[in-house]
T-cell receptor, first 109, second 115 residues
Framework: DQQVKQNSPSLSVQEGRISILNCDYT??????FLWYKKYPAEGPTFLIS?????DKNEDGRFTVFLNKSAKHLSLHIVPSQPGDSAVYFC????????FGKGTLLTVNP | NAGVMQNPRHLVRRRGQEARLRCSPM?????VYWYRQLPEEGLKFMVY????????ESGMPKERFSAEFPKEGPSILRIQQVVRGDSAAYFC?????????????FGPGTRLTVT
C-alpha cells in the first residue's frame, strides 16, 4: 500500500518556465514533508521541507505548497534551469520517512 | 565536514554469499538509517539505529538481514546468503537528532549486484 504517491513518472519543461511536481499522501499521521533531489549514481540531496502547520515554504527558486485537506503537496521551481534535471522524491514523516517513487524532471535548454 | 560515507560503492556477490555494507555518518550525527531502492521504485525504509541500539527495524526482512551501529566504527548492514532479489541500491542516511523536525543526509549508496 503506497502511502506517498507521485503519479507522474516524468516531467519535461523548458528552461526559464515553471516546473510543478506533485505528491499525494494517504496517512493522516504524516506531519512533516520533504523534497529530495537525486542525480544518477548519487544519494538523494535534501531540497526543502514543510511542517503540517504551514501551507507554504519558500527557499529561493523552490517553493513547497501543502494542502492538508486534499492530502496533497507540490514543489514549484521557478525559473527552471537545466541543472535542475534530476529525479525528485517526495517524502513524508510520522516517525520515519516514507518516500514516493520519484518524478524525473528534464529541463530543456 | 565530510558527508555520509558508504563503501563499497559497488559490490558483486554470487548467490549464497554474504554482503557487508558500511556507512559512516556525518561528524556529530548519532542517528543512522538504512534504505533500499529497487529499480523503478522509491526508497524503502529498512532500519533506524543509534549507537549500540536498534530503534526501529520494521522495514527489515525477517531473515538474512541484520544491522548494527557499534560504539566505535561505521554502521554495518549485513545480508547473509544473498539472492538475486537482493540486488538493489542501498542508501544510508544520518541525522543529528530525531523527532518530528529533522532532515536526513544521504550517502552515495552501495549498488549490490547478485549474480
Amino acid at each position: 500500500d503506497q502511502q506517498v504517491k507521485q503519479n507522474s513518472p516524468s516531467l519535461s519543461v523548458q528552461e526559464g518556465r515553471i516546473s510543478i511536481l506533485n505528491c499525494d499522501y494517504t496517512n493522516s499521521m504524516f506531519d512533516y514533508f520533504l523534497w529530495y533531489k537525486k542525480y544518477p549514481a548519487e544519494g538523494p540531496t535534501f531540497l526543502i521541507s514543510i511542517s503540517s502547520i504551514k501551507d507554504k515554504n519558500e527557499d529561493g527558486r523552490f517553493t513547497v505548497f501543502l494542502n492538508k485537506s486534499a492530502k496533497h503537496l507540490s514543489l514549484h521551481i521557478v525559473p527552471s534551469q537545466p541543472g535542475d534535471s534530476a529525479v525528485y522524491f517526495c517524502a513524508a514523516s510520522a516517525n520515519k520517512l516514507t518516500f514516493g517513487k520519484g518524478t524525473l524532471l528534464t529541463v530543456n535548454p | 565536514n565530510a558527508g555520509v560515507m558508504q563503501n563499497p560503492r559497488h559490490l558483486v556477490r554470487r548467490r549464497g554469499q554474504e554482503a557487508r555494507l558500511r556507512c559512516s555518518p556525518m561528524k556529530g550525527h548519532s542517528h543512522v538509517y538504512w534504505y533500499r531502492q529497487l529499480p523503478e521504485e522509491g526508497l524503502k525504509f529498512m532500519v533506524y539505529l543509534q549507537k549500540e541500539n536498534i530503534i526501529d527495524e520494521s522495514g527489515m526482512p525477517k531473515e538474512r538481514f541484520s544491522a548494527e551501529f557499534p560504539k566505535e566504527g561505521p554502521s554495518i548492514l549485513r545480508i547473509q546468503q544473498v539472492v538475486r532479489g537482493d540486488s538493489a541500491a542501498y542508501f544510508c542516511a544520518s541525522s543529528p537528532r530525531t523527532g518530528d523536525r529533522y532532515e536526513q543526509y544521504f550517502g552515495p549508496g552501495t549498488r549490490l549486484t547478485v549474480t
